[in-house]
């Protein structure tokens, strides 16, 4: 598979206060490949969502390059599509509001518009609720908007920040098996943060752990359990293999950056 | 309101948000509904209202400092049939609108401009500064050197003493638009006429109405006292003329009216700001 979107010796650092940086990812190399499905996965504060930052162009690395298909990423890149944790939905614009954004900003004539909406509207099961505002849905109703005013627009890659990291776990578990369902159709290349370890094994092809900070890549594990993976694939003997394995690279990192947070007087 | 069966409720998990939308069952209107804020309100103004008939009929209180309620009923009867009180509402109302809708004009994309581009807002910035300590009757002499007595000069002090609020409100919401809305809409292809029109723009909506909702009682204020100080009609002049013939009934009726006017008009910009705003709806209530 060609490399679609590739980190290149990427550092970051943010100046805090006046002379205080903060380094939050250091010399950081990573491809992804074209229609896999990759999750990025560390504990809080190590520079994951800084990177999948970077993939969008929101940020601009302090060294280093973000390549998208061969060209650096210098500025915000549609092409890169983002789905956010708090799902940055418009308040002011309806469901199809919402949905029909990317095609009004090409465009695309109204009743076409329409027509395209309503197909993702369905998509994400929304249908029935085309006219009502974000703020009279719930978390797990606003993040399928999201899901679907983001696949509108098609971009080749979908970069997803924690998206379902504000939801109750049944909902989190539903909306990950219908994101499989519909990567499964569409085959887009996605880029997944997460720090939940389940959610990784559940859902990518590659599993990205990073380390503590500054964000380094410390190991790169292959997930091959079989798909389509269900609540019942997460008690297979591989599934619990797998997790043991990506749990002991995650620990490591996790007790870091206890050790970090601690006084240094202890 | 669509009935919640006709949606496809097998696919959604979330019931709770289900029920939020169609809300619960059978609730009664909202205006039959038993308050006890209301019977409060009622009978702190019936208490208020016999304290006050009851003080000045039996001659606690002479006339002349207080009239009866129903001293001022009998005046408020006399200028609504002459057509005076009528005529002094709307004629305030009129100046009001000219000049509240002119500092609108005015200060609106002033304060969009100055919101999103930094060297309109340090141009504007000092002038700001210095005349925003200014009471609008502080422009009464020079105003009237420039423009005599006439409508333009009490339309041009309650321009002076409302535009300014609404541009700091106007910018205020402006700056306040939440930034991942803005990285949000490039994400899906904006360019900066779209991130204006679609996300900046309704952004900052509510909050410009809210500032203009505020300033519009700021309004009121500027154009009574304009008019008690040189004007021939309108519910300032009208006060100040009873006061200046001994007729303190009058005095109250004009009053009450500016209470009722202003009331009402305040009323009038929350239908709408509802009509503006429906994705703050469900918010509200």
């Not at chain 1, 390059?65 to 092409?79: A, D, F, K, N, S």
């Not at chain 2, 003493?161 to 949000?184: C, F, H, M, N, Q």
Request: charged letters at 20%; a neutral charge.
């Amino acid at each position: 598979m060609p490399v679609i979107l590739a980190a290149d010796q990427v550092t970051k650092i943010f100046t805090v206060n006046r002379g205080n940086a903060i380094m939050a990812i250091k010399n950081l190399s990573l491809d992804v490949e074209e229609g896999e499905f990759l999750c990025l996965l560390g504990a809080s504060g190590c520079g994951k969502s800084t990177m999948i930052n970077m993939f969008a162009g929101f940020t601009q690395p302090t060294s280093g390059q973000v390549l998208l298909r061969g060209q650096p990423i210098t500025r915000i890149e549609p092409r890169c599509g983002m789905v956010f944790q708090s799902y940055a939905l418009f308040p002011w614009k309806t469901v199809r509001g919402n949905v029909e954004f990317a095609l009004k900003m090409k465009r695309v004539p109204a009743a076409e518009r329409r027509s395209v909406a309503e197909r993702f509207i369905h998509m994400v099961k929304l249908n029935g609720f085309e006219d009502n505002y974000p703020t009279e849905l719930s978390g797990g109703m606003q993040q399928r908007v999201t899901l679907a005013r983001i696949l509108v627009a098609n971009p080749e890659v979908l970069l997803m920040d924690e998206p379902f990291a504000a939801l109750d776990a049944m909902t989190r578990q539903v909306m990950q098996e219908e994101l499989l369902a519909i990567q499964e159709q569409n085959r887009k290349t996605v880029v997944f943060i997460t720090h939940n370890i389940d959610e990784a094994l559940t859902l990518a092809d590659r599993i990205v752990v990073l380390s503590a900070r500054p964000g380094r890549v410390k190991a790169i594990v292959e997930n091959n359990l079989p798909r389509p993976r269900h609540v019942a694939s997460q008690l297979t003997p591989q599934y619990a293999a797998l997790k043991a394995e990506v749990w002991q690279y995650v620990e490591e990192e996790v007790l870091k950056h206890v050790q970090a947070d601690r006084p240094s007087a202890i | 309101m669509r009935q919640p069966d006709e949606r496809a409720l097998t696919n959604i998990v979330d019931e709770a948000a289900v029920e939020k939308i169609a809300g619960p069952a059978s609730t009664p209107p909202a205006w039959y509904r038993f308050r006890p804020s209301l019977v409060l309100n009622v009978l702190s103004v019936f208490a208020f209202m016999t304290l006050w008939t009851v003080s000045t009929e039996m001659g606690w209180v002479a006339g002349v400092f207080l009239p009866s309620p129903a001293a001022v009923a009998s005046e408020a009867q006399k200028v609504i049939a002459t057509g005076d009180l009528w005529g002094a509402v709307v004629a305030s109302s009129a100046r009001v609108f000219l000049g509240f809708a002119l500092a609108g004009a005015v200060a609106v994309p002033l304060g969009i401009l100055m919101g999103v581009w930094w060297p309109a807002k340090a141009l504007v910035d000092p002038f700001v500064s210095l005349l925003r300590p200014l009471p609008s009757i502080t422009w009464i002499p020079l105003t009237m050197l420039w423009l005599g007595i006439g409508e333009s000069q009490k339309i041009a002090i309650v321009f002076m003493g409302s535009w300014i609020y609404i541009l700091l409100y106007t910018i205020e919401s402006t700056k306040r638009v939440d930034p991942l809305l803005i990285r949000a809409a490039r994400n899906l292809g904006a360019g900066d006429f779209s991130i204006m029109t679609e996300v900046i723009l309704p952004g900052a909506l509510p909050g410009i109405l809210a500032g203009l909702k505020v300033t519009l009682a700021i309004s009121w204020s500027c154009v009574l006292s304009a008019e008690m100080i040189a004007a021939q009609n309108g519910l300032g002049a009208m006060i100040w003329f009873a006061k200046d013939w001994g007729n303190l009934p009058l005095v109250l009726v004009g009053m009450v009216c500016i209470s009722i006017t202003v009331l009402v008009a305040d009323l009038l910009a929350d239908r709408i700001e509802r009509l503006l705003l429906p994705w703050e709806r469900n918010r509200r209530l």
